[in-house]
């Protein structure tokens, strides 16, 4: 019985440690302080930390970044997109010769 209740508490402190290293990780996604939310995770609830880290969102900062490299991102799909387009129209403009 003894081992049993040994082997519960130490998955439930690797769940806490996992819960730990996730709220670090979502908030380094939000642009938010890693080291801070750790800590905080670390004396109060992971999940607790994670729904705090929900409701304040990304920074505006990381927003803009983020929305930097993603019109980046959109602008060289597009670019090679027509490239292919063009590449298509001559190839069958080539059969039809």
């Known amino acids: 019985m003894i081992g049993l209740s040994i ?5 439930i402190i690797v769940l806490w440690f996992f819960g730990i ?3 670090g990780a979502y908030a380094d996604r939000l ?15 992971p ?4 729904f705090i880290l929900f409701m304040l969102g990304e920074t505006d900062e990381h927003r803009k970044a983020r929305i930097i490299e993603e019109e980046k991102w959109r ?11 063009e ?4 190839n069958i403009v080539d059969i039809l010769s």
């Open 21 to 23: 290293i996730c709220t």
């Open 87 to 90: 590449e298509q129209k001559e």
């Open 31 to 45: 642009g938010r302080s890693i080291g801070a939310f750790v800590f905080l995770a670390f004396l109060c609830s």
């Open 7 to 11: 082997f519960i508490w130490i998955i």
């Open 75 to 85: 602008r060289s799909c597009s670019t090679e997109t027509s490239q292919n387009n």
């Open 47 to 50: 999940f607790f930390v994670a």
